[in-house]
């Protein structure tokens, strides 16, 4: 959700995801990473998967950029089979950056980055929608990536 031109659904289908493909609303990085990667990808959003159910569904640094998060999240997790796995990365509130440089970080962009998310609060988010959090991790210091389970 959110692929860009789909560098991880590359990735996935690398390590075995037979029927892996990202949907992104953004056409033009829809045509190139079709291009670029060679792998299936569709101009649209979640909401256009009505029916559909996935065993995995990754979201990275595009939860911030929506207007209602609390639903993009819903809308993710409605479509996870029993057991599937949600990803969601985004950048950190609580890093040690955003603590010492406070509105002069770089990741603080109000027309662009809508909201911030902490550890906490992504986690809270999920179980608020019946999924709990089971890793969360900092690949990047201004980073949070957490996996949830819908169990």
């Given at each position: ?6 560098f ?30 060679d ?23 595009t939860?911030?950029?929506v ?40 990741h603080?962009?109000p027309a ?12 809270l ?5 019946g ?5 969360t ?9 957490t ?5």
């Amino acid at each position: 959700v959110g692929c860009s031109m789909g560098f991880l659904v590359k990735a996935a289908e690398k390590y075995g995801f037979k029927e892996a493909f990202g949907i992104d609303p953004n056409q033009q990085d829809v045509d190139e990473g079709i291009e670029k990667y060679d792998v299936t990808l569709s101009q649209g959003y979640i909401e256009d998967y009505n029916g559909t159910s996935f065993d995995v569904i990754m979201c990275f640094n595009t939860i911030e950029h929506v207007p209602r998060p609390d639903r993009l999240m819903e809308e993710m997790i409605n479509r996870l089979k029993p057991n599937g796995v949600l990803v969601v990365g985004t950048h950190d509130i609580e890093c040690d950056n955003y603590v010492n440089e406070g509105v002069e970080w770089k990741h603080i962009k109000p027309a662009e980055h809508l909201y911030y998310f902490s550890k906490d609060s992504l986690a809270l988010r999920g179980r608020k929608y019946g999924v709990r959090p089971f890793w969360t991790g900092k690949p990047i210091e201004n980073s949070i990536v957490t996996y949830f389970i819908r169990g």
